[in-house]
Structure formats: C-alpha cells, structure tokens
C-alpha cells in the first residue's frame, strides 16, 4: 500500500486548506483512514479518523469543529478540510490506512507527509 499525501502550503491565519491523500496498491474501500500532525520538536499526534465507509468520524478536540475529514472510495482518496486555521496547527501532517474503529485506529501504513504553515 502506498500513500500520497499533497495539498498543504503556507496560508493566514484564519484561512483555509485541504489536504489529500491517494492510495494504491490496495483495497482502499476497506481500510480506516487517519490524519496525524507532528509539528517541530514534538511527537506525532492525532488528527482525525474516517471509518471505510465514511459513515463514522473522529476527531482530536484541538480541530473539533474546525477540521472535516471525508473519503471517496471511487478516487482512493481520504480528504482533510482545515478551516479557521490557527498558528498552532503548523505541523507536517500524514496520512495513514489502517484498521480498527475511528476510535481505535491502528495505523498500517503511512504517507510521507505534506507541510502546513500558518502564519500570524
């Protein structure tokens, strides 16, 4: 399975982005997909997770509200919508397919991450 992550840039506080995520070589419609974040000096941390139908959603509290992750199985892809982006939520964020429920997420393989700079 691969993954490729693109979408992330420089934007104002405020503003907005979305990322995406294509995978290949694999059965996309049956993986739980996963956002994580690691900005520097810090550990990686979670984001947001989509169950295989898109039917379910979770969300780290930190982007509850202002973050929606979305799938479409017929383009293998997994979405991440930023909106009211804030200077914190600069990071490198990755995706990630895996199994379990949205709450239970075990990450199986990983993208190889896209930048994201808000600035002030």
């Known amino acids: 399975v691969q993954l490729q992550a693109s979408g992330g840039g420089l934007v104002q506080a405020g503003g907005s982005l979305r990322l995406s995520c294509v995978v290949s070589g694999g059965t996309f419609s049956s993986y739980a997909m996963g956002w994580f974040r690691q900005a520097p000096g810090k550990e990686r941390e979670f984001v947001a997770t989509?169950?295989?139908?898109?039917?379910?959603?979770y969300y780290a509290d930190s982007v509850k509200g202002r973050f929606t992750v979305s799938r479409d199985n017929a383009k293998n892809t997994v979405y991440l919508q930023m909106n009211s982006l804030k200077t914190e939520d600069t990071a490198v964020y990755y995706c990630a397919s895996g199994a379990g429920t949205v709450r239970t997420f075990r990450a199986g393989a990983w993208g190889q991450g896209t930048q994201v700079t808000v600035s002030s």
């Open positions: 989509i169950s295989w139908s898109g039917g379910n959603t």
